[in-house]
């Protein structure tokens, strides 16, 4: 008798065991997630304590002025330089050798960088002769809207403004265009949308530059707008920063120019200015 109450006491003893881990085990997979929850809310919040400090709060022209004072303290980058740069910004996230092409979203080698084709080459999504600055430390260098594009494609799109409509273009992922307007594919609508919209608030005439400017037209040529406005507000609405745009911002604010794309941490920011 003794002997079977002994073995019945280690079983309760091991059923109880197996109880107490069952109920801890959820307790500790919980806890990471928690943690990179408040991680991630902690950074949200920092930025707008520290960073944006000036702009939070503000609406219109106000918030404008506010985030342009804010992001025009930043590091300029010479031209070739930027080619390091993007192969850093917009590294394929599963193939560290590679970047993505914007337009496109083919993931290509580091390596082939150039003007041939096959090759990519420095995008300037806010094309440079729309204010006639070229390749000029500063609007002409800036990586917030400088990409990696395929270098037929980036010619297609040439210095043409964004709207909706248009015939595909050959090896773009699903961009159209016609004989004044770009669109790109749907995947980075809202990345293009935010460019435009960081370079109407970084460029307002100072530095020598032109006062760049969003507006509501196409066929803009050497004037410095980009449009169309209305056009690039839905696609702001319709395609939200995902994680290859943060950590895209990211990198140039910890790296390179130290300065962010606010559109990218607030797109609700382009309403309430535009």
Known sequence: MLAIRTRRRKAAALAAAAALAAVAAPSLAATPATATTA???TTASD????????????TGDSLKAALHTIISDQTKLSYSAVWDALKATDEDPDNSGNVILLY??????KSLNGGDTGDWN???????SHGDFGTSTGPGTDIHHLRPSDVRVNSVRGNKDFDNGGSAVSGGGGSLTDSDSFEPRDAVKGD???????MAVRYEG?????????????????NPYIGKLSVLKAWNDEDPPDAFEERRNQVIYDEYQHNRNPFVDHPEWVESIW
């Not at 420095?122 to 440079?128: L, Q, T």
């Not at 530059?209 to 037209?217: I, P, S, T």
């Open 104 to 109: 496109s979203g083919v993931s290509r080698s």
């Open 206 to 222: 100072g530095d020598g530059f032109a006062d760049l400017e969003a507006n509501d037209r196409v066929d803009n040529g050497s």
């Open 122 to 128: 420095r995008e300037h999504v806010w094309a440079k």
């Open 192 to 198: 293009v949308a935010r460019m435009i919209f960081y």
């Open 47 to 58: 930025y707008d304590s520290t960073y944006y400090k000036d702009a939070v709060g503000k």
């Open 39 to 41: 991680s991630a809310a």
